[in-house]
């Protein structure tokens, strides 16, 4: 049961980043913005080469490059490990882990086939406040770690009120 979850939360979220991503390349330019509702929320196709938010994108790219590239390999066997330990009914934590993978997968792709990473949901407040650029990739590992979070909780929880008794 867990490997349904976690294989196919893998590849629906590499297909829908790469599908998405995909789209912005075809039809936008770089830099090109969309406002779908103003004041609050656009498509703007940014090139990121840093990590979530743009971290380290300005350090030197002899270290950057290396860094970005070796990173989401071992993260890939670090959740690879966890996926394997996790008991077979747990399908929840199975998807979350599915979720981080596919999403790690997704930006290191575009890395490795471009150069950099391909972000454009852009939310913001008019023009005095903006969230950083983001896709769904980088979605889909928030979501990942929120569910691996809430289920750790939720799990750490039972298990005291059982403890208990």
């Known amino acids: 049961m867990k ?61 950057r490059v290396p860094f970005f ?12 490990l966890l996926y394997r330990d996790l008991p077979k009914t747990s399908r929840y934590r199975a998807m979350s882990l599915g979720l981080v993978s596919g999403g790690a997968l997704g930006n290191l792709i575009d890395r490795v086939r471009l150069g950099y990473v391909v972000d454009f949901l852009d939310f913001h407040w008019r023009s005095s406040w903006y969230f950083p ?16 979070l809430l289920s750790t909780f939720k799990q750490e929880g039972g298990q005291r009120a059982s403890d208990a008794s």
Request: net charge negative; hydrophobic share 65%; charged share 10%.
């Open 3 to 63: 490997a349904a979850f976690f294989f196919a939360s893998i590849v629906v979220v590499i297909l829908a980043d790469q599908w998405t991503k995909s789209l912005v390349l075809a039809r936008f330019a770089y830099g090109e913005s969309l406002a779908l509702v103003p004041d609050w929320f656009s498509l703007t196709y940014v090139r990121n080469t840093g990590a979530a938010f743009g971290f380290l994108a300005d350090a030197n790219p002899s270290f």
């Open 69 to 80: 590239l070796v990173v989401p390999l071992i993260a890939m066997v670090v959740l690879g």
């Open 133 to 148: 650029a983001f896709n769904v990739a980088d979605s889909a590992i928030c979501i990942g770690v929120g569910i691996l």
